[in-house]
């Protein structure tokens, strides 16, 4: 069966440090990966989506990039957090084509201090 | 553009009362999907439904119910008889047939069931 793994948890860091939030996914090929973003009391904001290894799209330009050196790998990373960076990332798969439904990791809570 | 919008952004009922959210899309696409996710407390996503634009059939799972309307761009939510555990942020979302276009999300109805 599929899974999907996105570390750490939680996160506490401080203004102007670097960020590497990693997601990876089991069970499955080729998927379609996304970042999104939940800032407090707010909706899923899509960051970045990917449909194969070195393909990233932008959907909001700022402080993040990602990367996808391997299939089923997706990486947030940041050179320098703002604090308005802070929020809660999820990472999600879904099949490249008639796409299924989106599974979520568990998320990872960032509080840029 | 893709866009979704989810104008409740709160909604409180007492329990067992019947409740609908409301969800409006924009698409260039002529087929697509849409989804309702639901996030508890906890956070996690939780999925609920896929619909794809061929089928306006609406869709009924134990008190859960889904009404698509084409013509007016809408795919609501409405759940019966409400539980307290039914409190939760509810997505409504949309993606374009092919999954290379991404999944939007609406930015979500916070539902309050009160005992």
């Known amino acids: 069966s599929q899974t999907i793994h996105q570390w750490p948890a939680t996160l506490v860091q401080p203004v102007g440090s670097p960020l590497s939030l990693e997601c990876t996914v089991e069970?499955?090929?080729?998927?379609?990966l996304y970042w999104y973003r939940q800032a407090a009391g707010r909706g899923l904001q899509l960051l970045f989506y990917?449909?194969?290894?070195?393909?990233i799209s932008s959907e909001v330009p700022q402080n993040l990039s990602a990367s996808r050196p391997q299939d089923r790998q997706f990486i947030l990373s940041s050179k320098k957090l703002l604090l308005s960076d802070s929020g809660f990332y999820l990472c999600?798969?879904?099949?490249?084509?008639?796409?299924?439904?989106?599974?979520f990791g568990q998320g990872t809570r960032l509080t840029v201090v | 553009a893709q866009k979704v919008t989810q104008a409740q952004t709160e909604i409180s009922v007492v329990e067992k009362e019947d409740v609908t959210l409301d969800c409006v899309y924009e698409?260039?696409?002529?087929?697509?999907?849409l989804f309702w996710y639901k996030q508890p407390p906890s956070g996690e996503l939780v999925f609920l439904i896929r619909?794809?634009?061929?089928?306006?059939q609406n869709e009924i799972s134990g008190r859960y119910s889904w009404n698509f309307q084409k013509s007016t761009s809408s795919f609501n939510f409405t759940i019966t008889a409400s539980q307290v555990v039914d409190s939760a942020v509810y997505f409504c979302?949309?993606?374009?047939?092919?999954?290379?276009?991404?999944?939007?999300f609406g930015k979500g109805t916070r539902l309050s069931v009160i005992a």
């Open positions: 999600a798969w879904a099949t490249g084509f008639a796409i299924s439904e989106a599974f």
């Open positions: 069970g499955t090929s080729n998927p379609n």
């Open positions: 990917s449909v194969g290894i070195g393909q």
């Open positions: 698409t260039r696409d002529t087929t697509y999907y």
């Open positions: 619909r794809n634009s061929f089928d306006e």
């Open positions: 979302a949309l993606s374009g047939f092919s999954g290379n276009t991404p999944l939007v």
